[in-house]
């Protein structure tokens, strides 16, 4: 099985601009994250998808590969998409271009989860709810599955809603699930995912995956231990370079 990961990565950001090519540790923020994908067993190929070219020039400069891309992508789907359609890959693997701490083990977990469930269209990775701010927040995403593992839903709001009590979060297995953001497609099933319109559930809830479950697609969800941080705000950046430099003082010491 061939397995390609492109890295979509736009330089526009409302709440970080310009952070694929913040740079504190000496690194670009995207070659930690090319460099954290490319340390996965199962990836063949690693590409960054965008539409700027500073990043190109980035990319280029440690040796990465990339992928100029159109500016009018609505979403990161898209433009990984727009790659697939370039590359022979059985699998394509969309890692977010923000997320340098994504272990390479979680890509070839996603890759397993396609070959051990031939029906799934796709494999995404959840982890329990950690408490309850984070299962009544919006900005954490829940998602809930069947016996098989696949997903029924994904939603901002609380699922499954406890009617009576709390929520215990602390049941095993675990039932309260915290949705991941990477993505593992069949190559085939993204590019007609791509072709669909979005999805009404998709618009209320914005979530793009809604968009998969509404034309009937299937999704194969993983179980990780914890949630890898991704880096959306100054705050983030600040925390994944003081993370960066105490691994690499236990390194050399």
Same mark, same amino acid.
């Not at 979680?106 to 709810?129: E, F, N, R, W």
């Given at each position: 099985?061939?397995?390609?990961?492109?890295?979509?990565?736009?330089?526009?950001?409302?709440?970080?601009?310009?952070?694929?090519?913040?740079?504190?540790?000496?690194?670009?923020?995207?070659?930690?994250? @090319?460099?954290?994908?490319?340390?996965?067993?199962?990836?063949?190929?690693?590409?960054?998808?965008?539409?700027?070219?500073?990043?190109?020039?980035?990319?280029?400069?440690?040796?990465?590969?990339?992928?100029?891309?159109?500016?009018?992508?609505?979403?990161?789907?898209?433009?990984?998409?727009?790659?697939?359609?370039?590359?022979?890959?059985?699998?394509?693997?969309?890692?977010?271009?923000?997320?340098?701490?994504?272990?390479?083990?979680?890509?070839?977990?996603?890759?397993?989860?396609?070959?051990?469930?031939?029906?799934?269209?796709?494999?995404?990775?959840?982890?329990?709810?950690?408490?309850?701010?984070?299962?009544?927040?919006?900005?954490?995403?829940?998602?809930?599955?069947?016996?098989?593992?696949?997903?029924? @839903?994904?939603?901002?709001?609380?699922?499954?809603?406890?009617?009576?009590?709390?929520?215990?979060?602390?049941?095993?297995?675990?039932?309260?699930?915290?949705?991941?953001?990477? @993505?593992? @497609?069949?190559?085939?099933?993204?590019? =007609?995912?791509?072709?669909?319109?979005? /999805?009404?559930?998709?618009?209320?809830?914005?979530?793009?995956?809604?968009?998969?479950?509404?034309?009937?697609?299937?999704?194969?969800?993983?179980?990780?231990?914890?949630? /890898? =941080?991704?880096?959306?705000?100054?705050?983030?950046?600040?925390?994944?370079?003081?993370?960066?430099?105490?691994?690499?003082? =236990?390194?050399?010491?």
């Amino acid at each position: 099985m061939r397995v390609a990961v492109v890295i979509p990565a736009r330089f526009a950001s409302s709440r970080l601009p310009g952070k694929p090519l913040l740079r504190e540790t000496g690194k670009y923020l995207i070659q930690h994250v @090319y460099e954290q994908a490319a340390a996965a067993k199962t990836a063949s190929l690693v590409i960054v998808a965008t539409d700027d070219e500073r990043i190109r020039a980035a990319v280029e400069g440690f040796g990465g590969n990339v992928v100029m891309t159109r500016a009018d992508h609505p979403s990161g789907t898209d433009r990984v998409a727009e790659v697939a359609r370039g590359i022979g890959a059985d699998v394509v693997v969309n890692v977010q271009g923000d997320e340098p701490q994504l272990e390479p083990a979680a890509i070839d977990q996603l890759v397993g989860l396609l070959v051990a469930d031939p029906g799934s269209d796709m494999a995404t990775l959840a982890t329990p709810l950690p408490d309850r701010e984070s299962y009544l927040s919006p900005n954490v995403v829940k998602v809930v599955c069947d016996d098989r593992g696949r997903a029924l @839903y994904f939603s901002r709001s609380p699922i499954p809603m406890t009617r009576d009590g709390e929520p215990d979060l602390a049941a095993r297995p675990p039932r309260y699930l915290q949705h991941l953001g990477v @993505y593992a @497609y069949r190559r085939a099933f993204l590019l =007609r995912l791509a072709g669909l319109p979005p /999805h009404p559930l998709e618009e209320a809830e914005k979530l793009e995956q809604l968009r998969v479950l509404g034309a009937g697609g299937t999704i194969q969800v993983g179980r990780v231990a914890q949630a /890898h =941080r991704g880096v959306d705000t100054p705050a983030d950046y600040a925390a994944f370079v003081r993370a960066y430099g105490e691994r690499r003082s =236990r390194r050399a010491a």
